[in-house]
């Protein structure tokens, strides 16, 4: 590596790392980009729901994208991936450290670590609806997909996208095999997908009934313990129990912070960002240091404005490196909800410009393929 080049380490190499990446190396010529990421595959999340209920659907190759394959068209000197996990940063001395035992020195750093669910980390049967943080994508969903398409009896927790979305898959594959599957999707909320409009949430109800799945609203799973045999008895906050052959939480996401200072992070464990989106001290003054995506204290955790997070990190960093030139950029992510939530390929829900979209439109433009077919150019691998 030339001492002219301004080192760029960037952690994560998902829907907010990929791209910033991928802008810095198209624009500046005396950039070195490092990508650190457990995994060397970019999983496609966005098609979990379907990946997950109908094994069929999509080859391994379209949701797992080798992350190098992404990145062959630049220099060794410019470009370079390291798979591992990040287990600890030095800001004093400038550097980060993989699997605790290579430092990597950085000019400018970027958090983009992301989220997980508790699914996705369980200790028995994990379902993965983010990218797992060791390399073993394939093994999991394929356990994943045996564990639901064996299953006759499914509780889902939680009525939030993924969990309706899931639902829907789950109840329509059964459908389509003629094999008769119980699925209850329980909802701590008075009604279903509750971030949207209430014609949304109905509208999702309608079609979730249709595919026969029970829907228990305003309650919470209080415990959920499997027994020896492999079947779960399920407590509600009403005192209800359900038995369930496979029990899949969907609320909450965790973020993959433990790699990071303690100061730079607010009370639930995410990195405190400012408007430009430099991760903020101790003493809430900005660090040389920027985090995009799910990592950051900005609530709307969603594929589209890690994006936009992603774009105003890289002009940032470009105005760093190349002053006037580039013009800083700040961000903000709004309030208003853009959503499409299928339940299953025949239709949907969801709420866009602050209206709730037609069940066809989400049926073409959603339910079609998950976008499973745009994950090669968000990637950069097209």
């Known amino acids: 590596m030339t001492s002219s080049k301004t080192t760029v380490v960037i952690i994560g190499a998902s829907f907010a790392g990929v791209p910033i990446a991928h802008s810095l190396l ?50 060794s000197e410019s470009f370079k991936f390291v798979q591992g996990r990040v287990t600890a940063i030095s800001p004093e001395d400038k550097s980060v450290m993989v699997d605790g035992q290579t430092a990597i020195q950085f000019d400018h750093l ?16 994990p379902i993965p609806f983010k990218q797992s ?44 095999q003629g094999k008769p599957v119980k699925i209850t999707l329980v909802s701590a909320s ?9 014609s949304g949430s109905k509208a999702a109800e309608s079609l979730l009934t249709q595919k026969n799945v029970a829907i228990i609203t305003s309650n919470k799973v209080t415990d959920a313990v499997r027994s020896t045999n492999g079947t779960w008895n399920i407590s509600l906050s009403n005192g209800q129990q359900l038995a369930a052959d496979l029990y899949i939480p969907t609320t909450g996401l965790v973020p993959n912070n433990s790699f990071i200072p303690q100061q730079w992070l607010d009370t639930d464990g995410w990195v405190k960002v400012d408007r430009e989106l430099r991760v903020q001290g101790g003493q809430n003054a900005p660090l040389p240091i920027y985090a995009a995506g799910d990592i950051t204290n900005n609530s709307m955790r969603l594929s589209f404005k890690a994006a936009e997070q992603a774009a105003v990190v890289a002009a940032n960093i470009k105005n760093d490196i190349l002053g006037s030139k580039y013009k800083r950029r700040v961000y903000d992510q709004g309030d208003s909800i853009m959503m499409m939530v299928p339940v299953g390929a025949s239709g949907g829900t969801g709420q866009l410009f602050g209206m709730t979209t037609w069940s066809f439109m989400v049926k073409a433009i959603k339910g079609k393929d998950f976008f499973v077919s745009k994950a090669p150019s968000i990637i950069g691998a097209s």
């Open 26 to 75: 198209k624009e500046v010529t005396t950039v070195k980009v490092i990508l650190i990421n457990p995994s060397p595959t970019f999983y496609f999340s966005i098609a979990g729901p379907r990946i997950m209920a109908k094994p069929a659907a999509f080859r391994p190759e379209q949701y797992l994208i080798p992350i190098e394959s992404a990145f062959k068209k630049y220099s």
């Open 110 to 125: 970027v958090i983009a670590a992301g989220s997980t669910t508790a699914s996705t980390t369980r200790s028995d049967i």
């Open 133 to 176: 943080n060791t390399d073993n994508m394939s093994t999991l969903i394929n356990n994943a997909q045996q564990a639901i398409s064996s299953a006759s009896q499914i509780v889902i927790a939680g009525a939030g996208p993924i969990g309706v979305e899931l639902a829907g898959e789950i109840a329509e594959a059964a459908q389509d």
């Open 190 to 198: 008075d009604r279903v997908l509750p971030m949207l409009k209430k």
